[in-house]
């Protein structure tokens, strides 16, 4: 797996803290169970620290305080962020290693085995219930080749983790592995070039932005 696009600094914080969304925490860990790249900037990043502090009661200070925190600065934490491991679906088969983990929880089986519903032709989803917030999504897409999502903004966050084949997009090409860590600024349309359908993990925290006539009208049926 050659991985080039990776969670962004503030959402590994976020996730670190768990403070993210439980939809959006999914896709992350998700990805880091993918990536070691990630774990190692999970385990390395400021996010630790922010996991102590959090952890931490307050206290009054003591006359020892200074020197004990000086003596703390070189103490390495072992602090074990959750960085699942790929493992083998219940189902056995050639598909079973695209299932992360983390989604072995909410798919009996493999990828192959969803019930997909159908959105509009060539494009399918299967919604997971995992909370989000504010009117976000938590699904899973399959997406045929040559289709593409109608050209859209956020008003909040996306990740979008490919599990199987690639699309392109404004800012690259996504193929598994690869995590899109989008935020409000930013408007892509997504085609999928991959010969295979594309399945992604979708995670948003708020309804899409859809900037086309057709978007806005077929909004309500796709449930983004
Ligand atoms: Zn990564």
Not at 4 to 23: F, I, P, R, T, V
Not at 178 to 206: F, Y
Not at 212 to 220: A, E
């Amino acid at each position: 797996m050659n991985i080039k696009h990776h969670l962004d600094e503030a959402s590994l914080l976020s996730y670190a803290a768990g403070s993210m969304s439980q939809s959006m925490a999914l896709v992350a860990a998700c990805h880091l169970s993918m990536c070691p790249q990630c774990q190692e900037r999970a385990q390395k990043s400021e996010a630790i620290g922010g996991v102590l502090l959090d952890s931490l009661a307050p206290a009054a200070l003591n006359e020892n305080s200074l020197d004990q925190v000086m003596a703390m600065l070189d103490y390495e934490p072992s602090v074990d962020i959750a960085v699942p491991k790929r493992i083998s679906s219940k189902r056995a088969g050639a598909d079973q290693t695209d299932l992360p983990f983390p989604l072995g929880e909410y798919i009996d089986g493999s990828l192959d085995s969803i019930a997909w519903k159908r959105i509009v032709p060539g494009v399918y989803c299967y919604d997971l219930p995992c909370k989000s917030e504010r009117g976000g999504v938590s699904r899973l897409l399959r997406i045929a080749p040559g289709k593409s999502m109608l050209p859209h903004s956020h008003d909040g966050n996306e990740l979008t983790l490919i599990l199987r084949g690639s699309f392109s997009d404004e800012i690259g090409r996504f193929t598994v592995g690869d995590i899109a860590d989008l935020d409000s600024e930013i408007e892509h349309q997504p085609l999928v070039d991959s010969d295979e359908d594309c399945i992604c993990l979708i995670a948003t925290d708020a309804p899409l932005r859809f900037s086309t006539l057709l978007g806005k009208i077929v909004q309500p049926m796709t449930g983004f």
